[in-house]
């Protein structure tokens, strides 16, 4: 979905020595490997707006079965269990994210340092600390969309324990919180939405023009 390179490598080139012109044509891999773990959390932030809707639809069959309402219960767990492996996909990203943005800013960093010239330097650091600053924003979204999805399926949880022994009260308690519930996970959707459109954008404000 996003191809090219996170960081420009000719620009950072600009602003180097030639003596590191090599180093960060070296950086290439590093760069590479943030631009994909940064897509591959916005695919995993994607997916869970997938999870809320499947949830929602599994609860709604539960509420409004009539004779085969633990065929409903069981399928609503298994929507909550692959909800929960999903918070547990978009961690690892978010976590990968984390970690290659450590290691790629500390050796920018460290190039940055090396040069000599005082307007250069200073002009190699701004870059630096506003590609930071954006790619701190995609790692906060990501987190925040984990979030979002571990309340919502903890919620969801919460259903699956009050509709445990499937009587009429227990269902007539669901279907009287169906409204609310759905209320709930349109938000979580929206937010979803806005958190995937926020990313898109910071990650193509990252590439070269």
Not at 35 to 56: F, K, P, Y
């Amino acid at each position: 979905m996003f191809a090219r390179r996170l960081i420009s490598v000719v620009a950072v080139a600009a602003l180097l020595p030639a003596t590191l012109c090599a180093q960060a044509e070296g950086d290439r891999q590093i760069t590479d490997r943030m631009i994909r773990r940064a897509e591959t959390t916005v695919d995993q932030i994607a997916l869970t707006r997938w999870h809320v809707r499947e949830s929602v639809e599994a609860l709604d069959a539960l509420v409004n079965s009539t004779d085969n309402a633990r065929s409903a219960y069981r399928a609503l767990g298994t929507r909550v269990r692959s909800s929960e492996w999903q918070v547990g996909r978009t961690r690892v990203a978010v976590d990968r994210m984390q970690a290659s943005a450590n290691a790629f800013f500390s050796d920018w960093a460290e190039s940055v340092e090396q040069i000599t010239d005082d307007d250069l330097r200073a002009q190699a650091f701004g870059r630096m600390s506003g590609t930071r600053d954006r790619y701190d924003e995609i790692l906060a979204l990501g987190r925040q969309a984990r979030d979002e999805l571990t309340d919502f399926v903890q919620l969801l949880r919460d259903k699956l324990m009050i509709g445990s022994d499937l009587n009429p009260e227990a269902l007539a308690a669901l279907r009287a919180d169906s409204e609310q519930f759905s209320e709930r996970a349109q938000t979580v959707r929206r937010t979803i939405d806005r958190t995937i459109g926020t990313a898109t954008r910071y990650i193509d404000a990252l590439r070269p023009e």
